[in-house]
């Protein structure tokens, strides 16, 4: 009686990991971009989401809504609020409350409001800006912005309305 042997050979094993490991090469640095380019996006759906919502609340309510800095800082967080107070004061107390940024992340506002004021997005009943009424671009970008790092730009014009652009660090 004859008996087939059945299974894998040593070499059919060793060459099966050897492609394996050739495709997971290849793949892990495009599981990273995914990852960074996720990460990037969140932080900037939240922004993008509190802006809108103090904008919304503008309109509402016939009264300016601030979206404000957390310790005159963006990176450290930020709060929706019916004052100009710092985030977290009882009174009023705030529509929206925001964590720090991701740490591998850094946010850079141009044509923020000059010290002494704190750092803060300010729309009125209209839902336009209020102080500064010109258009601002607020950037997020990985820390470390290496040339093609993806990196997105939220721009708001005076009348109130909020876009996002894709760009690559230089």
Do not use: Y
Request: proline content about 8%.
């Amino acid at each position: 009686m004859q008996t087939s042997a059945r299974g894998f050979t040593l070499i059919e094993m060793m060459i099966t990991v050897a492609v394996m490991s050739i495709i997971l090469a290849m793949a892990v640095p495009s599981f990273r971009e995914a990852i960074e380019n996720a990460r990037l996006s969140t932080q900037v759906n939240e922004l993008v989401t509190a802006l809108n919502a103090a904008r919304a609340e503008a309109i509402r309510t016939g009264r300016p809504i601030w979206l404000i800095a957390k310790e005159d800082d963006f990176n450290k967080g930020w709060c929706v609020r019916a004052s100009d107070d710092d985030c977290g004061t009882a009174s009023p107390p705030d529509l929206l409350d925001h964590p720090a940024l991701d740490a591998r992340l850094k946010l850079a506002d141009t044509n923020a409001p000059p010290p002494p004021q704190k750092p803060h997005i300010a729309f009125n009943r209209l839902g336009a800006l209020v102080t500064p009424a010109d258009a601002r671009t607020i950037e997020i970008a990985p820390k470390i912005c290496e040339s093609d790092s993806p990196k997105r730009l939220i721009g708001i014009n005076a009348i109130g309305r909020v876009s996002v652009s894709r760009d690559h660090c230089s």
